[in-house]
């Protein structure tokens, strides 16, 4: 019952609510009746008749009340009970007093299993002078098995003086409103769980674009705790750019039609790292239309963009290794793409002939730096023993990561004023990876970031070792390429010289078998002198084709991989001096001067016919360069190994020929000597046969020294 009042004409008024219900005068009524038990007042108080009909009015009133009512007095004991209340409580009126309504009617605290104190009752509570509002109770008693739930108010009854002479509850059955709370309650918590727990980033922002609420996954993902961000506008975590792009673009069109979906933007993590999401949100509005607040959803799309970049890097980059047989212009372009995607320095170095990694490509954030840089790693090339950096990464042909790079920049030489730019990139993070085809190492690909303390990810390290895969075959096809082109240009000019070599002895024999059918048809017989000399040129022109044979021979051996060697123990001295005579008049044509110098016997277990003719081809070669001038040959013992050494005074050989000279159709100088280019091959494949190496040293203008060393014994 509200704040309201029950009148009767008969003086007798209840006022309910407010304090508590006061009773003024008596009533006949049987409600009334029933109250005048709790009025106690010392003067009787005169009483008049109520208007016909009044107490069933009442009575009706109170019988057809929505709530429960219940009256005790300050005995406790139950004074009145209207219908409703029994229909709540499934029970009538007791003589049990407020003390054992509990247990009587089956009252519980909220935990439903614990009977409600006594003492602690709202109808207790009332009768000693407290006005209790909607406590709740649980009920379950026999007709009620399943439990009701009851919302129940409390108030003292009091006389004209104040003094409690009673109590009313009034009950309400709030079952079902408690089942709406309580499933209205378990989604929210369902909802919070979801919305939590979900592995995507959600927010809300309210009308003025504030954040209200952020998910979990939002905090972990950002860096931040929730008190961090709530309160601030949720582009305050976007990077300048996205911020632009939200204010002017995504917000305006987004509170006009109340979604969005897909909108790109990069957001800034507390760390400072940078994610690439896409953001789709929708308005929540209430009935009147208006905007509450919105929920939005942002996926973490930087793995995905990182992918397709690198995708698209690969494709630009293969497109770019196909596009040129230079290697170098190849590579530049590469290095170029790699910055500043993947690092702020790229560098490309290729292996040389002497196992020294000579920088090929140099692209850097700064052009300025990158020349710099190129210009250092020319004059200071990384170290070949060097433990870390390109050149543990072209010894080992395994990857190397570094958070703080070594090996690549010499540091004693970068502390030279002139480096100062260079030297910014000292203890910068670090990626090499080989350049590897066909089983070589034919370089390195070096990164470096210029982030202090940002390590390569894995993903990364896999690209870039696609990427030197790519330019190594690269690589490899550009010089299998140059390598054909240059055989096939060799065996052009092999065929043109052999063809000229072919035809001079050829030619020779011809002219003088044409003088001797001239002469021996004519009426003078040749002298015995003029036959002599010519029948010397036919045997020296027959020696000459002679030995071009045995050289084609040799070479289609060596092709062949049969290159049979008989071996026996022998003197190299002894067959030195042989050699030396067998060609004693040859150097006399030449008009050089021959020195053998040998201490003391050198054996060992060789092939003697492939010795001599070691021997022949290299006293060969120095009369044809030498002529003219002195030539020694020197066979002695060094380290254990058998060294032989012919040096001549001729014009020399130029430093850029001197590693091309052993290969097939190369020859020492000027191509306008005579030979097929073949001697110096044909002796190196002879001597490696025999385990054994072969160089040369030799100036421009001041002879040449070939040395070779032999072993005692063949290692096969």
Not at 35 to 63: E, F, I, K, N, Y
Not at 370 to 376: D, K, M, W
Not at 485 to 508: N, V, Y
Request: hydrophobic share 40%; aromatic share 6%.
């Amino acid at each position: 019952m509200e704040e309201s009042a029950l009148r009767s004409s008969g003086g007798c008024v209840w006022r309910m609510g407010g304090r508590a219900p006061i009773v003024e005068g008596r009533s006949p009524f049987p409600f009334a009746r029933s109250m005048d038990r709790l009025h106690d007042s010392p003067t009787p108080q005169p009483q008049r008749a109520p208007p016909p009909g009044h107490s069933l009015l009442l009575d009706a009133v109170l019988a057809s009340m929505g709530e429960g009512l219940l009256v005790a007095d300050e005995f406790q004991h139950l004074v009145f009970i209207n219908p409703k209340a029994e229909s709540i409580l499934g029970m009538g009126a007791t003589d049990e007093p407020v003390s054992r309504w509990p247990a009587h009617y089956g009252l519980h605290l909220p935990d439903q299993v614990t009977l409600y104190p006594s003492d602690q009752l709202p109808m207790s509570r009332a009768l000693k002078g407290e006005s209790i509002s909607r406590a709740a109770v649980f009920l379950r008693n026999a007709e009620r098995p399943a439990g009701t739930w009851l919302h129940v108010s409390s108030s003292p009854v009091r006389d004209e003086i104040g003094r409690v002479r009673g109590g009313v509850s009034v009950v309400s059955d709030v079952t079902d409103l408690k089942r709406a709370e309580d499933a209205a309650r378990e989604g929210a918590t369902k909802y919070r769980s979801l919305y939590n727990s979900t592995p995507v980033m959600m927010h809300s922002i309210d009308t003025h674009g504030r954040l209200i609420s952020v998910s979990d996954y939002w905090l972990d993902t950002m860096g931040y705790e929730r008190g961090e961000v709530l309160g601030r506008e949720s582009v305050e975590f976007l990077t300048p750019e996205s911020q632009r792009y939200a204010r002017e673009v995504v917000l305006p069109e987004y509170f006009k039609t109340g979604w969005s979906r897909d909108v790109p933007y990069q957001v800034v993590k507390k760390n400072g790292q940078v994610i690439d999401v896409l953001l789709s949100a929708i308005v929540e509005r209430d009935d009147a239309g208006q905007m509450v607040r919105s929920l939005a959803v942002l996926t973490d799309v930087t793995e995905r963009k990182r992918m397709e970049a690198s995708q698209r890097f690969l494709a630009e980059a293969s497109r770019e290794l196909v596009a040129s047989l230079d290697p170098e212009t190849t590579l530049q372009r590469v290095a170029k793409l790699a910055v500043p995607l993947m690092a702020d320095l790229c560098v490309f170095f290729l292996r040389t002939d002497s196992v020294v990694l000579r920088p090929v490509a140099v692209a850097d954030r700064s052009p300025a730096r990158g020349a710099s840089v190129r210009e250092f790693l020319r004059l200071h090339p990384p170290r070949p023993e060097a433990p870390h950096g390109p050149s543990r990464v072209l010894a080992t042909g395994r990857p190397e990561a570094s958070d703080a790079s070594q090996g690549l920049l010499d540091a004693e030489a970068l502390a030279e004023d002139r480096w100062a730019e260079v030297r910014t990139l000292q203890g910068r993070p670090s990626l090499g990876v080989p350049l590897q085809a066909r089983g070589r190492t034919l370089g390195v690909l070096y990164l470096l970031s210029s982030e202090p303390g940002r390590a390569f990810a894995p993903d990364e390290l896999a690209l870039m070792e696609e990427l030197g895969r790519r330019a190594a075959f690269s690589i490899d096809n550009a010089q299998l390429y140059c390598s054909a082109q240059e055989s096939i240009r060799a065996r052009d000019e092999f065929l043109s010289i052999a063809s000229h070599e072919l035809k001079t002895p050829l030619t020779s024999m011809r002219l003088r078998l044409q003088q001797l059918e001239s002469n021996l048809m004519g009426s003078r017989p040749l002298s015995t002198e003029r036959m002599s000399k010519m029948l010397e040129v036919f045997k020296e022109q027959l020696q000459r084709l002679a030995h071009l044979a045995d050289h084609l021979l040799d070479v289609s051996r060596i092709n062949e991989k049969r290159l049979d060697l008989r071996l026996e123990d022998m003197d190299l001295v002894a067959v030195a001096s042989h050699v030396a005579g067998h060609v004693a008049e040859q150097f006399h044509k030449a008009g050089c001067e021959f020195e053998l110098v040998s201490r003391e016997p050198v054996w060992g277990h060789w092939d003697r016919l492939r010795m001599e003719q070691v021997m022949l081809n290299l006293l060969t070669n120095a009369m044809k360069y030498g002529a003219g001038s002195p030539i020694r040959m020197e066979v002695t013992s060094h380290d254990g190994m058998a060294r032989l050494i012919v040096t001549d005074h001729g014009m020399g050989i130029p430093i850029e020929s001197q590693a091309r000279i052993f290969e097939r159709f190369e020859r020492a100088s000027s191509r306008n000597y005579g030979g097929l280019g073949l001697g110096l091959f044909i002796t190196r494949r002879i001597i490696e046969a025999h385990g054994g190496s072969i160089r040369v040293e030799s100036e421009p203008g001041h002879g040449a020294k070939f040395i070779v060393e032999l072993p005692p014994r063949p290692s096969h």
